[in-house]
């Protein structure tokens, strides 16, 4: 079945350096949904994007979507320890069920 | 408080043996998706189910089972356990954009 692929698995940084998550689809995608998961917590979702070339921002958050969406990235500007997690991006198949990448986990080193 | 809430948190219980996972999605939604969370895995689907019918399947294994009660509660069932099923089990229902978890179920099996 469909199959999201996420990249890179980890990704540790330095506060105050940008971080980049990656999910790709070999199919188009009806739309990509990003959420993050806490330490010991559970997911949150955070955005959705559904046009392609979509770009959506929030705050240090850039979100984007491929013009052939069939990929999606998730940017982080100048990372501060609030934004250690994991980082999510799954499509949602129609009302039925979210298909999820394997999420890429930021640890930072303050 | 996401408004979905899963009882219990913690459960630790031997190989063999069965156990129920209860969740009560937020007011007003009619549906409940059930997803497994296991070690450094990403979130796999398990079932959905819509104003008490089943919708969809995902990877649920032949000894779990879920219902959806007429007060749009939704137990999960995980028998004859083994020490694979430990993870962690979130529930979640469908908001206007994007999906809202549970706290999750962390089961051990021992």
């Known amino acids: 079945g469909q199959q999201v692929m996420q990249i890179p698995q980890y990704q540790h940084v330095q506060e105050g350096e940008d971080f980049t998550t990656y999910c790709n689809s070999s199919?188009?995608?009806?739309?990509i949904q990003w959420y993050k998961q806490r330490p010991g917590g559970h997911p949150v979702f955070l955005i959705q994007?559904?046009?392609?070339?979509e770009v959506k921002k929030q705050k240090r958050l850039t979100f984007q979507f491929g013009e052939a969406k069939k990929n999606s990235s998730l940017h982080i500007t100048a990372t501060q320890t609030t934004d250690v997690g994991t980082y999510f991006c799954?499509?949602?198949?129609?009302?039925?069920?979210?298909?999820f990448g394997q999420g890429t986990r930021l640890t930072i080193n303050p | 408080d996401s408004g979905v809430t899963q009882t219990p948190k913690h459960l630790i219980t031997a190989t063999g043996q069965r156990v129920t996972l209860r969740c009560s999605p937020r007011?007003?939604?009619?549906?409940v998706y059930w997803y497994q969370q296991s070690l450094d895995q990403g979130l796999q689907f398990l079932i959905q189910y819509y104003n008490g019918e089943e919708r969809a399947k995902g990877n649920i294994l032949e000894r779990f089972s879920a219902q959806q009660f007429p007060d749009l509660h939704s137990e999960l069932n995980l028998s004859s356990l083994e020490l694979g099923d430990s993870a962690l089990y979130f529930c979640a229902s469908m908001a206007n954009y994007g999906y809202t978890f549970g706290s999750g179920t962390r089961l051990t099996v021992v």
């Open positions: 994007l559904v046009k392609s070339g």
């Open positions: 199919t188009t995608l009806s739309n």
């Open positions: 007011s007003g939604d009619l549906s």
């Open positions: 799954a499509e949602s198949q129609g009302a039925q069920k979210l298909v």
